[in-house]
């Protein structure tokens, strides 16, 4: 019953640009920033975007991020096949008083 | 560089309780906020708690308010989290991570542990 809706899945050829939504409102993305955060599976999540559009060292500039309104959204160009992965909104929630993750999107490498 | 390792998973009953320990190195503990976040099996991931630098400030996740309790021991470098009345819905694995903000919190995660598994079950 997460607060930040993401769709299940993307997917896209190696090379392609795939583009993950992130879904709030008023109280979450709306009055907050955003970040983002990979999971292969069966390994710890890793940050990979925050405060909206912001690479942590040693990010590959093919990931970018942007919010607008009540939105977000990660994007990866030049898909590549380690880009496999669970990808996860999050932010603050102030009606909720706590951190919010998204339903989470799989993305995968045709 | 930065690590973050948990311990004190297990197999525990309902109604039971279970402390999990998270060790850090690698940076100065005692100015970071640090968090716990879970992921139930094949599922999401969900923010569990958060504890100031100088544990002054505490939030939990409604779930389990009240019935967890996080703390840090700086001269140890540690986080833990008590859990208590154990359910079968906290079934999960348990990651600390280091908030991003230092002093003040910026409610992003920039470093995670490996996680503990946390089972519970009759």
């Known amino acids: 019953q997460s607060v930040l809706t993401q769709p299940p899945s993307a997917s896209g050829t190696p090379g392609q640009r795939v583009t993950i939504s992130c879904s709030g409102s008023?109280?979450?993305?709306?009055?907050?920033?955003v970040n983002w955060y990979q999971q292969v599976p069966g390994t710890a999540p890793k940050l990979l975007i925050h405060?909206?559009?912001q690479r942590p060292s040693g990010v590959p500039d093919r990931f970018s991020g942007s919010r607008s309104g009540t939105s977000a959204s990660l994007a990866i160009s030049g898909l590549q096949s380690e880009d496999e992965a669970d990808y996860y909104c999050a932010t603050w929630d102030d009606s909720l008083n706590g951190c919010v993750f998204g339903t989470g999107t799989k993305v995968s490498v045709l | 560089q930065v690590q973050l390792v948990e311990s004190g998973g297990g197999l525990v009953k309902p109604g039971g309780s279970l402390r999990l320990s998270c060790a850090a190195s690698?940076?100065?503990?005692?100015?970071?906020?640090m968090n716990w976040i879970r992921q139930a099996p094949g599922k999401g991931l969900e923010w569990v708690s958060y504890i100031s630098s100088s544990s002054t400030y505490t939030k939990y996740a409604d779930s389990v308010r009240g019935r967890f309790t996080i703390s840090r021991d700086n001269t140890k470098n540690s986080l833990y989290l008590q859990m208590n009345n154990l359910r079968a819905e906290d079934t999960a694995v348990y990651y600390c991570?280091?908030?991003?903000?230092?002093?003040?919190?910026?409610?992003?995660?920039?470093?995670w542990g490996q996680g503990t598994l946390v089972t519970v079950s009759s």
């Open positions: 405060t909206n559009s």
């Open positions: 991570a280091r908030d991003g903000g230092g002093f003040y919190p910026k409610y992003y995660f920039d470093s």
């Open positions: 690698g940076f100065i503990f005692s100015d970071s906020y």
């Open positions: 008023s109280s979450n993305i709306g009055s907050n920033t």
